[in-house]
Structures are given as structure tokens and as C-alpha cells.
């Protein structure tokens, strides 16, 4: 799609420059080449770069929250989001964001609360803030990134208990995401152990685990999910339903995995390469461990990138339904809940930011995945 | 310049420049080609891969897409129904060149397999073209159609018109291309390499057929072909192209008998003949064909030429030798006023075999580690030892066709169907058929790389044969050091994601020979044995090109000093400059080690460049059996004649068959009863139909025989006969 | 031909026969004897313990509970061939009876959903493809990876909030105006209904027809790449004849296969959609058999909604096979 200026820039002047340039692609190794392509693709690089953030933000998720998932700002219940801004009620700009204070009143038809905003108080945002205490790995701190003395700071608002809505979506990323990579994880072995074994040794073998696939394929994968939901034992712990959810996540996604690398080592089986292997005396288990697992491996990689997606999705609509992780353990689809009630929904429209961490989380997958696959394409040129 | 030319051309192309832009950067793929096609002839267009010929003969009709490609300059003249047409300038307008698709020009591709649309059935594409172009009743076009079907040789056509691309063979679909493109009679016929994915008797029908539609239809064609063969004898002119020029052009006579620029002299002496010395270095190219970027600058060939002097560095001037002949190349700039000594040794005797002669100084010299066992000695050895390396006995290999849920068995595939050979130490074996024979199965079945259905194959690695049909796979490792073998495909015989010390170090690592530093150091003596530098084994197989990937492979074969070689369609894959190197490399190293070697092709006069012995399969049986050269000149066997006749030799003039052999192969999974070929053999009398013939010894030769009930009464055409007639050129061959 | 239909239908049939085994299965699993649930339920719904005793008795009977599991599978089964779907514990009414409407509803509004994603994404994909790299084909190649990406109950969600919002509206926009909710069939519930499914189509769908949308561009740029399109442009022939007659039937040919596991993907959304929109169908009654833990409820939707899809499938590989002669004369 866009291609590098650079490279695509002047007709070779120079020979010695030509020259190089193509021995650079000689000299260097197919993963190195694919490395290259995938750096041309600009929307894939900065999609990579969002997920990175994402996934590190979520994984020290305590320091980057202002505040503990579960502390209740009893008086700001239903809080609107209050963006930090420069300029104070006499247009004076200050260097330092600040947040207005906020008052609390009650609208005298309806009985809603009704948050209007003081201006005449500052709260300047301040970074490193002590806070609520918390436990990372076995480190015990009350450092937060950002915060503001004497006054709470809702970016995202509150939910109707009073917890802040912004740091209880970073601690729900922190499920939903690791949902995504530890489903993927169990899909792609299975599916690579079974693929592998469908396409290498064909016969029964393969029409057997092929059928299979297509029983679990013809389930419509959200009402099984639901229904394979009700034997989770209700009175288990959150972290234990959490792994069982995964599991069951990837259980039902495995076969799309299956069946790509199945695909892929019947292609690969016939190669003459493997043949020539054969013939210097490889086995069988050295071809699949040295040949036909690492050529699958980049188009495996792709498939599953692109699986993410599937399983974090599943995780989210389950969870909004009240079938997948349940509280006090928090997850985006857990966070959705509250969305799903139409009264909530109007009076507290920001509800809903959860929605948009997923789709954004979703959507870099997707472009990676994509960048992926075009990198891979032998026919795009280098 | 922008004048239309004279009536009489078809075609007029002038100083054609074509560009691509890339992210390499900007590559003129076709740079400043001039060509014209008279009416009612046949010209040829040849070249190697990526030369630019497709290129241009796309540009003829705007089916180059643009971007990426950018026409910079030149004319494309072309006679229509409207008068002599500019055709580039046409390309903004689609609809006046829609209109001269087809009905003016029309074009046939290289791959008959997919160019039929696999969805609609062969009327309707036919009736389609009739009805864009001319306004008749659908039931005329239907008329027309069915006599076009005909015309071309397709059986009962009207049947035909009802069937999809799937029912019909490779040969029977470039036939009902041909009808789709001359169904409005155009003047001029392009033909895109349309022989190239066909086995070598459909070839022979279709490249007659073109023959002979051009006297019916008066058109002309413009053929283009990598192959010097296929235009040899059809063509009237020919232009030789390399990267992105014509380097030479003339009638075919002048071509062949006298080529004048060193690339067509390279190009004809690679090639292996049915008349040169068997086992002897073919007078090849040096290097192989570089990218187009890096293409030397001024005259593009200069990098690979044998008389490359300074001046080459400037674009050389097109000389005009004859009244229809001339070449772009600096030895003939001034021919008449300087008769220097390059220009004495470049220009041509008569007679042909100079070109072979003067050419000797080019024979490749391939490094050589070892270069103790000297000819000699290998053959004193061979003498010693004439027992066999290799012995297969009734060998058959058998598929099951599974159908339905229940994978019920509906039919057998027979692949390869009792098989006995025999290979000789040290010697060559060359097994030869055209595809689906099942001449790649018993390559396999020798190797164990597929278990046979019955039979036996005994083999020794050193001295005694042991059987080793049924010995567990553990056992075959040990045996598999003893074997090496080479692949047709150097793109997927190499696994991509490996450096090539891994690759060429894998067997060496498997069975224990070598470790850590030892491998780079056996790997690199390797490397150097099949002529490539022992430093690229950090590279990976993207770095090289085919030929080069071609030598990997053969330095992984022997990897483990093995004794015995089996090369399924080395070259096949490979340009013609290519193979040549390859074949000599074959050559010297079976020499140098004493290999013993099955060499499996498609290309008869290939295998038996390479062959002490020749075996013809057909159908999953050999037919005939016996020596290489007594084979090509006495064939036995109505299927061998066939393949020599159909083989395209670059020589023009040869008479060809009369009785070309009919139809297209059976399908191996329902052979014909009796004698396999009964169906296409001219000579087929009705007990070939009842009784199969067995592999008997023919006449009172030792070495020779023929599975043909007919072979002691029937005397087949062989070709070193024909040769002769065409004197020395043929016996010159490759005296060295 | 006939081999080919007849090989699917046994094909059908198995997969059925799984689909079944599977579905029992999860009945089974869940923890705790189903008999005591049942009874305790019943009690705390205050129901007299004779009647208790004797619907436990004819559950015992019925499901041949006790016994071996493979007979308990085959009266299941059984009396799910005869339509039997079980009887709902929570609603204490026939789980047929409860499906009834919502079923049917379900299965109507799927397949208009893959009926509007060929629609739409068919022309897009082919579009796309035709003029690539065009900026028409840069915006949809956006916008089919952002479709891709919005799972359909966030969509759902964002037109809930957006009709909140901005339209005012208190109610959730259903099926129906609200004078039809409990309306008689009538062609003006059916016109009204009509004014109402589009956007749930649209939300249902927005996923499919963008992954659609996707496909058929790379479908129809590989059949665009296709010798056999050379030759038809070698007729003569103009850009709408090689688009349409020529590369449009072989390179949509994925797209009609793929429809067994588009079909799939749509129930689910359905499901999920329909819970957030409050809409008649069958997604809220399978959420609510089970939170109310209404096993036998649950799992007669969920075999029923398999079964739907798998017939759909067989019908998909007729029509396949309807539309490429390769398929038809295979065996």
C-alpha cells in the first residue's frame, strides 16, 4: 500500500549503491526479510506500537491508574469525565493541567444528581502522586502516575458505586488482554500439535480430526460458549473461573488454527525439500521440528494474531452477559454491564468508554495481523 | 518516422521502449525492440526468462498493465479491418482497441490449464467472441463455432461444445483456445510460449496445427519461445532477444546455419542434440542471466560474451549482415572495411560446426578438490566391476482411488506398473517419458521415498546387492547415505527459512559425519566442488538464482560421498544457458566420483546427452531399453520414434514423421488393455489391442529390447540417420 | 451429481448426530443431580410435593435419568426428533412453546442479515478490487478493517447510546412499533416490521459484510490476475462483460462456501444483539435459561440453533455445486 519513499524514490544513479542494496537483501535471512516488508507498511508499525503500549500500560496497570479499582468515591457517584484543561474561568493559561472542583446537586424535577463545576476551584494535576497502596509482583507501593492533591480525578467519570471509571478499565485491560494472549497460547498449540498431525500423516487420522473440525465449526460459537458457561461451578474463585473461561475460549476457537496449519504442512509435506531431508536421513520428527514447524510458523504466527481478536471478543461478550468473569474480578465486558441497562445508558453516556479500549485494542491486532500477512506474501516485492 | 508502413506488414513494432517502475526503481524491460511480421509469415520470437518478450508481444494489444508499466517510446503498427493502426496510441481508447481484439489480433498463453474459464463451457466462450464482433443469429455463430472446432481437431465437436475445462486435457484446451482466437479469422495470431506446458507429442500436434492453420487461414504468427527448437522448423523468420533487446535477427536458415552474435551462438550450443557426442561438456554460457538493474551497461550481453572487447561498453550498433539478417554487436561494426582478428574468429564459416569450434575456449572449468580419479581410472573401475549398483525386480507402485464418505476404493492408479531395471556401477541410467509415466514414481520407489506395492529393489552400497524393499526406515537411513538425490525444482527443493550450511550440512549432521567447525569445512569444500564460493553458506537459498540453487542441491546430494544419483529433471526448470552448466557439472562430477546415476527427464535428446543407457517408460512400463545412441538411432518401439520425432531440434529442414503418434495420453488410472500406446500408435494392428507385449531382447543385439508385438518387421525412424543426411553439422557435435 | 448431494446429505446427518451427542454432553456436565435442582426449585415455587414428586417421576421416565448414559441419549434424542424440546423448569410451560415465534424470527432475520451482506459487500469487494488503490478502494479497505473490528454488540451498544442521545428516546427501538408488539401477523405488522429490521440488519451484519467486504476484493484481484481473464480480454470484450460474466462467478464462489461459517457467526451476533436490544428473538430466552440455570431450556436452543445452521450448510454446498460445473461432475 504506501510504499517507502526512499525506496521508492530516484531511478538508480548509482550502480555501487544498487549494488549493495541488493546484497543486503542476499545477505540477509528470510525472517530479517519479512521484518523489512512489515516496516513498510506504516499503519501496521504504529498499530504494533499501540498494542505494545497497551499491553504494558495494562501489565503495571496499579502505577498508571490514579486509583484502586474498588475505592468508592461515595459523594462523586455518577460522576461525569473531567477533562484536565490549561485554561482557568478567566482564560488565563496555566502551564500545569488542572481539574475544576465540582459540586453536587440535585435536579429538582427529575431528582438526578447533577455535577456542576466550580470554577473558582483549581486542583493542578501533579505527577508521581501517593495514593492508594498496591502490590506489584512483590513490590508494595502507593506511587500513581498522575493525580491531584485534595481532589479526585475522573478522567472517564464514575460508575454508580463511585469507582473511577478510567482506572477500573486499565485494571479490566489487564484481564481482557491476557485472556486474548493466554486463549491464543492454548489454541495455537492444540492447533498446531493437531494440524500438524492431520496433514503429516494423512489417511484416517485426517478425515477423523477434519470432521471434528467441522462439528465445532457449525456451532454458532456464542450461544456454545454460553451454554458450555453454565457447567463453571458458581461458587469458584474469580482467578479460577477466569482460566476456565480462557480454556473454554480456546477450546472452541482452536479449529480455525487447526485447519490453517494442516493446510499449511500438506503444502509444506510435498515440497521437495522435505523429500531432500528424507533422503539425508531425517525422520519424522526431525522434518516437523526443523522444517515443517518453522515454515508454518510465520503463516501460524499470522493466523493467531489474527485470532486474538476472536477470543478477546468472546471474552467481552460473555463477561457483558454476566456468563464470563464475574466481580469482583473486572474485565472490559464486565466493565459493559453497567452500559447494558438503557436508564444507566442515558444518564451516564461515558459508560460506554470501555467499548473503545476494546475496539481500539481489537483494531491494532487486526492492522498487525494484516501488516503480517502482506510482509508474508512471496509475490510482493523486495 | 510516424509514417504508416508499407502494405505488406502485419506487424510493424519500432524502437518499443517499456519501463517498470518498482520500489528497485525504474527497470526498462523492453529497450528500444524493432520487429515486423509479413503477411503469411511466421516469426519467432526467443529468448530466456525475463527478456522481455512476453512484454512486448502484450504491448501489441494493451494487455500490459500500466502503471506499473510506462511505454516511453516507440510505435506499434498494426494492419486491421480499419487500415494500418497506431495501436499504443489506442490505449486511451479501450473501445477502438476492443474492437481490433480478436477480430484483428488475437492471442493463445503459455498455460492451456488455466486459460479456459473454468465455469463456462467451451460454445459459449467461443460463440462469445463471434457475437462482440459480428452481428449474426446466435444459431450462425453456434454453426460457426462447431466448424471452428474442427477445424482445430477436437473430436466430435458438437459434444464439445457443452463441455467445461475441466473435461478436457492440456492439449485438447490450447485447441480450443486456438478455435477461441481465430474465430473471427484475424490477420495475425500472437502465441505466448503456447507449447511450453505441454509434454513433447501434444506439442509436436499443436505446434502442427499452427503450421497448418496458417496456410488455411493465410494469417501470420508472431510466436515467442524460450525453446530454439519449437521455432526451428515453423518459424520463417526469427528475432533472438536478452534482456529487454533483439540481439539478432534473420530467417531461420541464416540463424541456425550461421548465427552471428555470440548470445545465439551461445544459445544453439547448449543446447543438447539428438547429433552431438553423448557424455561430452556442452559449450555453455558463462554466468547466468543477470537482474535488469544490474544488466552491464552498453551492449547487455557483454558480461557474459566470449569476445567482449573495451567498445562493448557502448551500445552496440544493429549491423546489417544480409539482406534479412543482422545482429547488434560491435565484431560486425565495419564489416567490410576491417577484417581484424576478432571480427575473423566471431564471423561464421560455413558448414555450422565453427560455431561449436570456435566456441571450445568457453568449455566451463569447474574447480576441483580432488582430481586424482582421472577418467581413465574411473574407467578401468568400471571395467573391474560391471556388477551391478542397482536392481529393481517387477517394481510397481499402486494408489488406491478412495471415493465417497466411507473412502471406498473405486480404482487403482497404476503408477508404475512391474518395473525391472538395472544400473551398472558407474553408469548412467537415463529413464525417459512424458508426465504421468511415472518416471518421478520409480525414482522414489529406488530411494524408498514411497513404498512400493510389489516387487523388489536390491541395492549395494558397496559391492554386494541387498535387498532392501521391505528393511524398516532405521535401516534405510544407513542405506540413504549411500544415495544422494536432486530435485526438478531449485526454488522448492531448498527450504527457504535455512542458510545453505544448513542445508548442505543437514545430511552431514543426520548421520553423525560431522560437527560444529568440521561442517562449515566440509560444507564449504562442497560448495566449491560444484563450482559456487565457499564463503555463501551463511547465505540463504533467496540470494541465488536458479541455476545456482541447482548446484546447492547437487552439493547436498553428494554430501554424504554417496555412490549412487539419482537426478529427477534437473534442469528442466532451468533457462537453456543454465542447463548446460548444470549438465556438464553432472557430467564431470559423475566422473570425478565414479557415481553411479538415474537420470530421470522429459527431454529425450537430454537424457541421452547424459546416458550410457536409455530406458522409455509409457504408462507405468518401460517399453524399450538399451543403449543411448542405438536407441536414438534404431528405436525399437513406435512410442520412442514418436518422442525423437517429437523432440524440436534446432535444425531446420528436418523432415518430420509422417504418422504422428494421436490423442493425448490415457489416463493411468484405466490404461488401455493390450499393448498401453495401441491407442496412439500409427502402426497398431489388432492384436495390440489383446495382448500385452513383454520386454523381449529385439534381434540378436545384447542390450537392446522392446516391449512392440511388431519390432523384428517394423523399421522406425531413427535420427542420427536424418543427420547424416544433413552432413557434418551433426557429426561435429562436440569433439573436443 | 446425485453422489454429490447424497455424500452431503450423510455428511449432514452425522454431523447432526454429533451435534446432538455434544449438545447432551453439555447437559450433562454441569455439576449437581438435575432431579434435586428440579424438585427444589419446585418447592421453593411453593408447588404441592405430590405434584412435585410425580413431574420428577416423569422427568425420571422420560430421560431415562438413572440409567446408562447412552439409553438417557437416545430417548433424549428421540424425543427431540419428535419435536419434544423439554419442558422449562423456569417457565413451567413446553420449551417448544416458549421458542415458538422467537425461533422462526431468529432464523428469518439471519438470513436477511447474510441476504443485506451480499448485497452490499459483494459490489463493494468487486469494486474495490476493480479500481484498487483508488481512494474509493483505500476508504473501504479502512473501513472494512474497522468493521471487522466492532464486535456487533458494541455496535449495538454505540446505537443505543447514540439513540439516547441524541433521538431522546426512553424505549429501545425493537422489532415493532409499539402497537404491533402484540399484534396478530398482518401484512402492516409485517411492513412496520420491515421499517424497523433494517438497522438491525445492519448491526447484526456490519461485522460479516466487512470481513465480505474483504474477501471478495482479494477474490476478485486474484481471478482479475487469472490467464483465463486474458483470454476473455482478448475477445474483445469491454470491462463490464469480463467483470460481470467472467471473473464475478468464480471469484464469488468462496463467498457462497464460506456461508456455513458466515451463518454461525450471525446467530451469535444475533444473540448478543438481541439481549442488548431487548428484540423478540431467541438470544434474551437462551440468556435467561441460563442464568436460571433451565438446562433442558438452554440446550434444546442451542441443538436447534445448530441444526439450523447445519442444514443451511447442506443447502450452501447445493448451491455451490448448482453454480461450478468442477463441483458438479466430480464424482
Known amino acids: 500500500m504506501e510504499q517507502n519513499a526512499a525506496a521508492n524514490g530516484q531511478p538508480l544513479s548509482n550502480e555501487t549503491e544498487a549494488e549493495e542494496r541488493f546484497d543486503v537483501t542476499k545477505q540477509v535471512s528470510y525472517g530479517r526479510l519479512i521484518y523489512l516488508r512489515f516496516l513498510r507498511n506504516h499503519a501496521a508499525v504504529v498499530a504494533a506500537f499501540a498494542l505494545v503500549s497497551i499491553y504494558l500500560i495494562t501489565l503495571v496497570c496499579p502505577f498508571f491508574a490514579p486509583y484502586d479499582p474498588n475505592t468508592r468515591f461515595l459523594e462523586k457517584v455518577a460522576h461525569p469525565p473531567l477533562l484536565p484543561t490549561f485554561i482557568d474561568a478567566d482564560g488565563r493559561f ?241 466493565l459493559l454491564q453497567d452500559a447494558q441497562k438503557v436508564s444507566f445508558l442515558s444518564q451516564m453516556p461515558w459508560l460506554i468508554a470501555p467499548a473503545f479500549f476494546i475496539m481500539a485494542t481489537v483494531l491494532a491486532f487486526n492492522f498487525i495481523g494484516d501488516g503480517l500477512r502482506d510482509a508474508l506474501d512471496p509475490y510482493s516485492n523486495f | 518516422m510516424n509514417s504508416p508502413p508499407d502494405t505488406d506488414k502485419v506487424l510493424d513494432i519500432r524502437n518499443l521502449q517499456v519501463s517498470f517502475s518498482s520500489i528497485a526503481g525504474t527497470t526498462r524491460a523492453v529497450n528500444g525492440v524493432s520487429l515486423n511480421v509479413r503477411s503469411g509469415e511466421i516469426v519467432g520470437l526467443v529468448g530466456e526468462s525475463g527478456c522481455g518478450k512476453s512484454v512486448t508481444i502484450r504491448s501489441i494489444v494493451g494487455l500490459v498493465p500500466s502503471p506499473p508499466a510506462l511505454f516511453e517510446d516507440g510505435e506499434i503498427w498494426l494492419r486491421t479491418r480499419r487500415g494500418m493502426t497506431e495501436t499504443l496510441s489506442l490505449y486511451k481508447n479501450m473501445k477502438a482497441l476492443r474492437q481490433i481484439r480478436g477480430r484483428d489480433v488475437s492471442m493463445i498463453f503459455q498455460e492451456p490449464m488455466r486459460s479456459v474459464h473454468p465455469m463456462m463451457t467451451i460454445g459459449q466462450q467461443i460463440t462469445e467472441g463471434i457475437l462482440e464482433h459480428e452481428v449474426v443469429d446466435p444459431a450462425e455463430a453456434y454453426d460457426r463455432t462447431v466448424e471452428m472446432l474442427d477445424l482445430v481437431g477436437l473430436p466430435s465437436p458438437p459434444a464439445q461444445m457443452n463441455r467445461y475445462a475441466h473435461e478436457l486435457s492440456g492439449g485438447m484446451r490450447q485447441r480450443a483456445l486456438i478455435a477461441l482466437a481465430l474465430v473471427c479469422h484475424p490477420q495475425l495470431l500472437l502465441a505466448d510460449e503456447p507449447t511450453t506446458a505441454l509434454d513433447v507429442t501434444i506439442q509436436a500436434q499443436i505446434l502442427e496445427l499452427i503450421r497448418d492453420l496458417r496456410e488455411r487461414m493465410s494469417m501470420s504468427v508472431l510466436l515467442i519461445t524460450h525453446n530454439m527448437g519449437v521455432v526451428a522448423n515453423l518459424a520463417d523468420r526469427i528475432s533472438v ?186 553408469e548412467t541410467l537415463g529413464l525417459v517419458g512424458e508426465s504421468g509415466c511415472g518416471k518421478t514414481s520409480v525414482g522414489r520407489l529406488v530411494t524408498r521415498l514411497v513404498e512400493p506395492s510389489a516387487g523388489r529393489i536390491r541395492f549395494g552400497a558397496d559391492g554386494r546387492l541387498e535387498e532392501i524393499t521391505h528393511i524398516p526406515q532405521k535401516e534405510m537411513k544407513g542405506v540413504r547415505r549411500s544415495m544422494g538425490m536432486v530435485f526438478q525444482d531449485p526454488l522448492s527443493s531448498l527450504n527457504a527459512r535455512m542458510n545453505i550450511r544448513n542445508i548442505v550440512g543437514e545430511p552431514l549432521m543426520l548421520h553423525g559425519m560431522a560437527r560444529g567447525s568440521a561442517v562449515d569445512e566440509r560444507v564449504g569444500e562442497l560448495l566449491e566442488m560444484v563450482g559456487l564460493r565457499a564463503a555463501h553458506q551463511s547465505r540463504f537459498p533467496h540470494a541465488f538464482s536458479g541455476g545456482q540453487r541447482q548446484r546447492i542441491a547437487i552439493a547436498r546430494a553428494l554430501a554424504t560421498e554417496p555412490s549412487f544419483l539419482v537426478a529427477d529433471e534437473p534442469v528442466s526448470a532451468l533457462d537453456v544457458s543454465v542447463q548446460a552448466q548444470i549438465l556438464n557439472l553432472l557430467l564431470t562430477l559423475q566422473q570425478q566420483l565414479n557415481l553411479s546415476m538415474l537420470f530421470i527427464a522429459h527431454d529425450i535428446a537430454v537424457v541421452r546427452h547424459v546416458s550410457d543407457r536409455i530406458a522409455v517408460m509409457y504408462l507405468g512400463k518401460i517399453v524399450e531399453l538399451g543403449n543411448a545412441r542405438e536407441i536414438c538411432v534404431r528405436p525399437v518401439h513406435p512410442y520412442t520414434e514418436a518422442l525423437l520425432a517429437s523432440i524440436p531440434l534446432p535444425m531446420p529442414g528436418l523432415a518430420t514423421l509422417q504418422e504422428m503418434p494421436k490423442g493425448d495420453l490415457p489416463d493411468p488410472a484405466n490404461p488401455p488393455t493390450g499393448c498401453r500406446f495401441h491407442t496412439r500408435c500409427p502402426y497398431s494392428q489388432p492384436i495390440c489391442e489383446q495382448e500385452e507385449p513383454r520386454l523381449v531382447p529385439f534381434a540378436d543385439a545384447v542390450d537392446h529390447f522392446g516391449a512392440c508385438h511388431f519390432q523384428d518387421e517394423l523399421h522406425l525412424q531413427g535420427v542420427e540417420e536424418i543427420g547424416e543426411i544433413h552432413g557434418s553439422a551433426a557429426a561435429a557435435g562436440g569433439e573436443e | 451429481m446425485r453422489t454429490y448431494i447424497l455424500q452431503r446429505f450423510i455428511q449432514m446427518i452425522i454431523v447432526m448426530i454429533v451435534v446432538m451427542l455434544v449438545s447432551f454432553i453439555i447437559v450433562e456436565l454441569p455439576p449437581g443431580d438435575f432431579l434435586t435442582t428440579l424438585s427444589e426449585q419446585l418447592t421453593e415455587q411453593n408447588v404441592d410435593p405430590k405434584v412435585i414428586d410425580s413431574t420428577v417421576e416423569m422427568y425420571r421416565a422420560r430421560y431415562g435419568l438413572g440409567e446408562n448414559w447412552f439409553i438417557r441419549f437416545g430417548k433424549w434424542a428421540w424425543s427431540l426428533m419428535k419435536g419434544d424440546m423439554g419442558y422449562s423448569m423456569q417457565h413451567n410451560r413446553p420449551a417448544s412453546e416458549l421458542m415458538g415465534e422467537r425461533l422462526s424470527l431468529t432464523i428469518w432475520i439471519s438470513i436477511a442479515t447474510l441476504v443485506f451482506m451480499f448485497v452490499v459487500a459483494v459490489p463493494i469487494g468487486m469494486l474495490s478490487a476493480i479500481k484498487q488503490y483508488s481512494a474509493w478502494d483505500h476508504s473501504f479497505t479502512f473501513l472494512a478493517l474497522l468493521g471487522v473490528s466492532v464486535p456487533s454488540f458494541i455496535t449495538a451498544l454505540v446505537f443505543l447510546l447514540l439513540s439516547v442521545t441524541l433521538l431522546g428516546a426512553t424505549t429501545v427501538a425493537g422489532l415493532f412499533s409499539p402497537e404491533y408488539v402484540t399484534a396478530e401477523w398482518s401484512w402492516a405488522k409485517f411492513v412496520d416490521m420491515l421499517k424497523h429490521v433494517w438497522i438491525i440488519l445492519f448491526i447484526v451484519g456490519l461485522g460479516d459484510t466487512a470481513s465480505t467486504i474483504r474477501v471478495m476484493r482479494a477474490r476478485m484481484l486474484d481471478t482479475l490476475g487469472e490467464p483465463y481473464i486474458d483470454t476473455a480480454r482478448m475477445k474483445g470484450l469491454s470491462g463490464a462483460k469480463i467483470y460481470f460474466r467472467h471473473a464475478l462467478r468464480v471469484a464469488i464462489n468462496p463467498i457462497i462456501s464460506s456461508i456455513g461459517l458466515r451463518f454461525p457467526q450471525i446467530i451469535s451476533g444475533s444473540t448478543i444483539v438481541a439481549i442488548v436490544l431487548t428484540l423478540p428473538l431467541i438470544g434474551p430466552l437462551l440468556l435467561d435459561a441460563l442464568l436460571g440455570e433451565d438446562v433442558y431450556l438452554a440446550c434444546s436452543i442451542l441443538v436447534v440453533l445448530t441444526l439450523a445452521l447445519v442444514i443451511g450448510n447442506f443447502l450452501a454446498d447445493l448451491a455451490l455445486a448448482w453454480l461450478d460445473p468442477r463441483i458438479r461432475f466430480e464424482s
Request: proline fraction near 6%; hydrophobic fraction near 45%.
Open chain 2, 241 to 426: 532477444m536478452y534482456l529487454g533487446r533483439i540481439m539478432e535477427t534473420g530467417t531461420v536458415e541464416e540463424i541456425f546455419k550461421e548465427p552471428a552474435h555470440p548470445y545465439t551462438q551461445g544459445l544453439l550450443a547448449s543446447m543438447p542434440s539428438l547429433f552431438s557426442q553423448p557424455k561430452t561438456h556442452l559449450q555453455s554460457l558463462r554466468g547466468v542471466v543477470p537482474e535488469l538493474a544490474m544488466a552491464p551497461k552498453g551492449c547487455v550481453f557483454a558480461d557474459r560474451c566470449p569476445h567482449v572487447m573495451p567498445i562493448c561498453d557502448e551500445t552496440p550498433p544493429v549491423v546489417e549482415l544480409r539482406a534479412d539478417h543482422s545482429a547488434a554487436c560491435w565484431l560486425y561494426d565495419d564489416v567490410e572495411a576491417s577484417q581484424g582478428p576478432d571480427a575473423a574468429t566471431a564471423q561464421p564459416s560455413h558448414g555450422g560446426d565453427s560455431t561449436l569450434g570456435d566456441a571450445s575456449q568457453r568449455v566451463e572449468v569447474i574447480p576441483l578438490t580432488k582430481t586424482e580419479p582421472a577418467a581413465d581410472a574411473a574407467q578401468k573401475k568400471l571395467a573391474d566391476s560391471d556388477t551391478d549398483q542397482l536392481q529393481i525386480e517387477n517394481v510397481a507402485l499402486h494408489y488406491p482411488i478412495l471415493r465417497g464418505l466411507l473412502r471406498r476404493q473405486v480404482g487403482t492408479v497404476r503408477a508404475v506398473d512391474g518395473v525391472d531395471l538395472s544400473i551398472r556401477r558407474g
Open chain 1, 94 to 334: 496555566h502551564l500545569r493541567p488542572f481539574v475544576f472542583g465540582t459540586v453536587q446537586s440535585r435536579d429538582p424535577k427529575t431528582m438526578e444528581r447533577v455535577y456542576t463545576e466550580d470554577t473558582t476551584q483549581r486542583f493542578p494535576l501533579q505527577l508521581f502522586v501517593r495514593g492508594d497502596e498496591y502490590t506489584f509482583l512483590f513490590w508494595d507501593s502507593d506511587l500513581h502516575l498522575f493525580g491531584a492533591q485534595d481532589s479526585p480525578v475522573f478522567i472517564l467519570g464514575t460508575d454508580t458505586q463511585g469507582r473511577d471509571l478510567f482506572s477500573r478499565i486499565l485494571f479490566g485491560g489487564r484481564i481482557s488482554t491476557t485472556v486474548g494472549l493466554i486463549g491464543v497460547a492454548i489454541s495455537l498449540i492444540l492447533g498446531i500439535v493437531v494440524g500438524m498431525a492431520s496433514g503429516y500423516l494423512g489417511g484416517a487420522v485426517d478425515s477423523i480430526i477434519q470432521r471434528g473440525i467441522e462439528v465445532l465449526l457449525s456451532f454458532p460459537s456464542l450461544p456454545l460458549w454460553m451454554a458450555l458457561s453454565l457447567s463453571l461451578p458458581r461458587h469458584w474463585s474469580s482467578i479460577r473461573i477466569f482460566l476456565l473461561i480462557t480454556i473454554l475460549l480456546s477450546i472452541v476457537g482452536w479449529g480455525g488454527l487447526a485447519r490453517v496449519v494442516r493446510g499449511m504442512t500438506l503444502a509444506v509435506k510435498s515440497e521437495e525439500f522435505v523429500l531432500a531431508s528424507r533422503m539425508g536421513g531425517g525422520g519424522t520428527w526431525w522434518i516437523l521440528i526443523r522444517h515443517i514447524l518453522p515454515t508454518n510458523l510465520s503463516y501460524v504466527i499470522v493466523a493467531a494474531t489474527l485470532a486474538v481478536p476472536g477470543i478477546i471478543l468472546g471474552e467481552t461478550a460473555l463477561s457483558f452477559l454476566g456468563l464470563g468473569i464475574q466481580p469482583p474480578m473486572i474485565s472490559w465486558g464486565v
